[in-house]
């Protein structure tokens, strides 16, 4: 069964820094291309950042480029997204997901994608 679990956030004041994960289990982790999405209150899911099964390729939405960097171990079967320099307007719940690839490409829009963890909570302080 696929199962992806999202940890790390919180709390963090506005320019501070933290680091989101995702752990996948229940089927091989390296042939999925993986993504971060977002949702604030009232607002819809958006893109934030995607990385290919190998992590050679990534891709950002406008509002994370420069502060955010998606990442990816395959050995440990997790995803990251590192957030620095956060502001309020980064308050949301973040969530990753997975989509099985075996082209080399990220995606970014929500319906590409086929799994979905639960999401984990992060606000933004200012």
């Known amino acids: 069964q696929v199962q992806l679990v999202e940890s790390g956030g919180g709390l963090v004041q506005a320019g501070g820094s933290l680091r989101l994960s995702c752990a996948a289990s229940g089927r091989t982790f390296s042939s999925y291309a993986m993504g971060w999405f977002r949702q604030a209150p009232g607002k819809e899911r958006e893109f934030v950042a995607a990385?290919?099964?190998?992590?050679?390729?990534?891709y950002y939405a406008d509002s994370g480029k420069g502060r955010f960097t998606i990442s990816r171990d395959n050995a440990q079967n997790t995803v990251y997204l590192q957030m620095n320099s956060p502001t309020p307007e980064d308050t949301a719940v973040y969530y990753c997901a997975e989509v099985r690839d075996y082209s080399g490409s990220y995606y970014y829009t929500p319906i590409e994608y086929t799994y979905w963890g639960k999401g984990t909570l992060v606000t933004v302080s200012s």
């Open positions: 990385i290919s099964w190998s992590g050679g390729l990534t």
